[in-house]
Every structure is written in C-alpha cells, then in structure tokens.
C-alpha cells in the first residue's frame, strides 16, 4: 500500500506495539539521524522500539549520544519493522530476509528510485529522509526534545551539504529552522559532520587529490580510493564522505564520480551531477538515488569500470 500523505502513514504505524527500525548499510547522516530519532519518538509514546544498523557506525557522528543505541544484531520479536532511508531492502544489508519474511512492514524514505518493497509505503521526494520522519513524529504527537532535534537536524544538514546542495527548498529551510527552535545546535552539528577530521583523513585526502582524473573536455571528473591507500593512511571508508563535494567545486565541472574499491575487482561509485541525470547513470548498472546524487556498485578490473561509468556519463550527460 503506498501512501501520499503521511498522516495516513503515522495512523497505520500508531497501532504497532513494537517496532524494529532498520536504516541502510554505510550509514551517513541522514540515514543515522532519521532512524534514532524515529526510535527515540517511537519509545516516547510508548510503542516499544529498537534501532538497527547492520554495519558499522562511523564514529563521527558518536558526538550525539543516542547514535550509540543502534544495534548491530537483530534480536527480538517486533509487530513491525520499518526501513528508513532506503531505496531498495538489498540496501539493508543482511537484514533483507528478515525484512522480507515479516508480514508487517514499513517503508520511509525519500529516494525518488524507492521500489516501494514494503507492506506500507511513504516515499516523499525531499531534500533529506529526516524531514518525513520529522513530519511523521508531529502527526504522532510526539515531543520533539533536543536530542530528537539534533539528530533530524544532523539529516538534513548531511544530505545537503549544509544547506549547499541544489535540494535545498524553502520547506527545507523551514524544517531547519523548527528544529533549531526546538534545540538544535547547526554548530556543533556542523563542525563534526563537516570540519572536523582525523590526520588519517587528511592524508587520504590528498593522497585522493593528487590523482584526480578528468573526461568528456573536462566536464566529468573522477577520484578513486583504493584499498591500499586506506592501509597506507590508516584512514577508514567512512572518512571519504564529503570528497566528491570537493571535486564538483572545480570549474567547468558537469559530473562527479567517486569510485572506491571494496575488494578486489568490486567498486562502489557514487555520482554527482550539476544539471545532469546521474539516477539515470547509476540505474544502468542496477543503481540509483537521486537525480543529482546517485550510486552503484559495479564488478570488474578498475580501467574497465572507468570505461563503463565514462560511456553512461556520456550519453547521459546534460549538454
């Protein structure tokens, strides 16, 4: 069943007694703050819930206490579970089968690729998931307390580059301000998300840089990180998060791409676009997101994968 308004989202959810919130693997902010503050919102009004991540949680975002309650084990028996911030359940990692064979499920999300794959669906094509879940605990009658305006804040300031992004709206900026006047503090949320970072980091940074590779007249730009650079920085995946940012602030720049190898011979791409589709360049590979901020993962030797994503850049690209 998919839903247009999130009232009639929150009167189904409202009668659960207990609730499983799951968010996607490598977890950013967004994904994050949408799914403790929905738990801790949940819990208030007395619906029992738990909070559930299957990966590990980057530790820059521990600055807010309450991200310390996710779990990484399923355990327990819950009248629902929800999925918040996920276009597609395989990106719930190995919690896909339990999502899957549960008669009760919940979908949450703002990806305009969501496949709605749940019992119950709200899909809202917003700047951050943050603001449906924000939207959700107000049609709840929940207490929106400091902690839970912090971590929606952390949402949607992650999702827009703190506010820099072209999915920024009006309503978006509304949200802000109403978390803000509910506790929120955008410094402390802005300094751990975006300017503070480890030696580790700012050695794999450069490192990145220096090899920055340009395509199709320099409209298309392209980092890499691979696994021996993380061993030779000591730095961690999670620490790559903002470096595509980097690159489509240079000049004449149209798409950015940034390919990081997971293992050998499999790479997880992630897409930016100025004015270009690049949910339509993630899809052909079985990816998505999106329209100006998209990924997938793509198998085979790391020239060919370049040659791939160049050849879809290009038809795609916005002339």
């Known amino acids: 069943m998919n839903f247009t308004l999130i009232k009639d989202f929150a009167n189904i959810l409202r009668k659960e007694k207990s609730v499983a919130v799951i968010c996607h693997i490598r977890p950013d902010g967004d994904a994050i703050g ?4 929905l738990y801790l919102g949940l ?14 949680i980057p530790q820059k975002f521990n600055f807010l206490e309450s991200v310390g309650d996710i779990k990484r084990e399923f355990k327990g028996e819950f009248s629902a579970i929800i999925s918040v911030d996920s276009a597609d359940i395989t990106r719930v990692g190995d919690f896909a089968g339990t999502f899957d064979r549960h008669k009760n499920t919940f979908n949450l999300d703002h990806h305009v690729s969501n496949n709605r794959y749940a019992k119950y669906n709200f899909v809202l094509d917003l700047a951050s998931n943050a603001e449906n879940v924000f939207a959700l605990l107000k049609e709840l009658k929940v207490n929106i307390t400091k902690e839970i305006a912090n971590l929606l804040l952390m949402g949607v ?11 920024v709206t009006e309503e978006t900026l509304k949200t802000a301000s109403e978390l803000i006047k509910y506790g929120a503090d955008n410094t402390l949320i802005y300094y751990n998300c975006f300017t ?8 794999l940074f450069a490192l990145t840089m220096s090899k920055i590779r340009y395509f199709l007249d320099q409209r298309f730009v392209v980092i890499s ?16 998060e903002g470096f595509i940012d980097f690159i489509m602030g240079i000049d004449g720049v149209e798409v950015g791409a ?3 190898q997971m293992e050998e011979n499999k ?16 899809q052909a590979f079985g990816g ?15 020239e060919e994968v370049i040659d791939k994503i160049c050849y879809a850049v290009k038809v795609n690209i916005r002339d």
């Open 225 to 240: 990180i691979f696994k021996k650079d993380l061993q030779e920085t000591g730095a961690t995946p999670d620490e790559t």
């Open 43 to 56: 819990n208030s009004i007395n619906i029992k819930a738990e909070v559930f991540c299957d990966d590990n």
């Open 258 to 260: 940034s390919v990081m």
């Open 288 to 302: 998505g997101g999106h329209v100006l901020a998209s990924g997938c993962q793509i198998y085979g030797e790391y």
């Open 267 to 282: 790479y997880k791409i992630s897409f930016r676009g100025k004015e270009t589709d690049v949910n339509a360049v993630a």
């Open 157 to 167: 300031m992650t999702d827009t580059g703190g506010f820099k992004h072209k999915n």
């Open 196 to 203: 503070k970072q480890t030696k580790q980091r700012a050695k």
């Open 34 to 37: 949408s799914a403790v503050a």
